[in-house]
């Protein structure tokens, strides 16, 4: 059985807590500011590893709605982070063929252009925010 629970406030964002927790999903954002395709990529996830929820949360970390301008950084990079968990986990053919994921929209040589480039760049982007949140710590 299915329960949905639409009377949920749509602007207020509590805290986050573990998305797949036995026969419940608590659907939270895992790709920001994509609330929607991170519903796609949790329902895929649990298509994908049905009995194995410590997994399916280890690739699905929440992120929490940023509330502050210097939130950003740290959910851009939680981001980040997840994506490379869900890419290994659903493949890049998965995320390229949902018209929910910003990857759809991109023609093949432009997302190619992207990947070379985040495959270059990604580590020191990461120690970067690394970085700052430090300083704003």
Not at 35 to 40: A, Q
Not at 100 to 122: G, K, P, T
Request: proline share 6%; aromatic share 6%.
């Amino acid at each position: 059985t299915l329960h949905v629970d639409c009377t949920a406030a749509g602007t207020g964002f509590p805290p986050v807590k573990k998305i797949f927790s036995g026969s419940t999903i608590n659907l939270q954002m895992v790709q920001v500011p994509q609330p929607t395709f991170s519903g796609s990529i949790i329902a895929a996830i649990e298509l994908a590893l049905p009995d194995d929820d410590e997994k399916k949360n280890q690739i699905c970390t929440p992120i929490p709605a940023p509330q502050q301008k210097e939130d950003w950084i740290k959910v851009v990079k939680e981001s980040l982070e997840n994506a490379d968990k869900i890419g290994s986990a659903l493949g890049i053919t998965w995320i390229r063929s949902k018209r929910l994921s910003q990857a759809s929209h991109a023609s093949l040589l432009d997302f190619a252009w992207i990947m070379i480039y985040m495959m270059r760049n990604q580590k020191a982007t990461i120690q970067k925010m690394d970085e700052i949140l430090a300083k704003l710590e």
